[in-house]
């Protein structure tokens, strides 16, 4: 099983659409969780850390579920500048990152 | 914000050939950097961690002798592919932070090597 897994994709939506991104993660003991963008070619950039209260950065609301080892991302409004990767992240232990494979989006007009 | 940069951008060598590329975090002091390769369409796999003053720890198959990791001052980490093979032929990044639990770890532009 992979220490990171998230939908393969891509998800291909019409602007204004709301696209919900799912990832889990199989290390019980993480602390820290992240959404990273990547778009083509370039490094990840931070989108948000994931709280387990929920927290939402404008359109972009994120969810942590401990129990089920389980973080979600929610997009609402999509614009076509949010077309990229998005990178599931777990803090693996000594501060390493663990990528999950990523997810693709793709908005169009 | 904290200010990563990463180089070269790009670089083609050949084969038999090494390669150094450098990881300096601007405006802030890194202990530990971490350096990453990506293949095409696939996500960043952890190679190694970078610490001042003392050796890298690798992560499981990766070679040490192959990508050797120096890190001799807080804003300076390097990686040096040597006897690059086609094979190597990947995206290379490194990261620091400032704030690890917080999750502000900054990514270098990444370094596209292609070995011919």
């Known amino acids: 099983r992979k220490e990171v897994e998230q939908d393969p994709g891509p998800f291909n939506v019409p602007e204004g659409a709301t696209v919900a991104f799912n990832c889990t993660y199989s290390n019980s003991a993480s602390q820290s969780f992240f959404w990273y963008r990547q778009d083509c070619r370039k490094e990840p950039k931070l989108l948000m850390s994931v709280y387990s209260s929920g927290n939402e950065d404008g359109r972009f609301t994120a969810q942590l579920n401990r129990a089920s080892q389980y973080i979600s991302l929610l997009i609402r409004d999509s614009k076509l500048s949010d077309s990229a990767t998005y990178l599931c992240v777990v803090n693996g232990g000594y501060n390493k990152l663990i990528f999950g494979a990523g997810t693709r989006l793709a908005v169009h007009p | ?116």
Not at chain 2, 5 to 19: D, E, F, N
Not at chain 2, 51 to 60: D, L
């Open chain 2, 1 to 116: 914000g904290a200010v990563v940069s990463q180089h070269p951008s790009r670089v083609i060598c050949k084969s038999g050939t090494s390669v150094k590329i450098e990881c300096r975090s601007l405006d802030f002091q890194a202990t530990t950097m971490f350096w990453y390769r990506q293949f095409p369409k696939k996500s960043l796999m952890l190679m190694a961690t970078s610490n001042e003053g003392s050796k890298a720890t690798y992560e499981q198959g990766v070679e040490k002798d192959k990508f050797l990791i120096n890190h001799a001052s807080l804003t300076l980490s390097t990686l040096t592919v040597t006897s690059a093979h086609p094979e190597d032929s990947s995206f290379y990044i490194c990261s620091a932070t400032r704030t690890p639990l917080q999750g502000g770890y900054t990514f270098g532009s990444g370094t596209r090597l292609t070995v011919v």
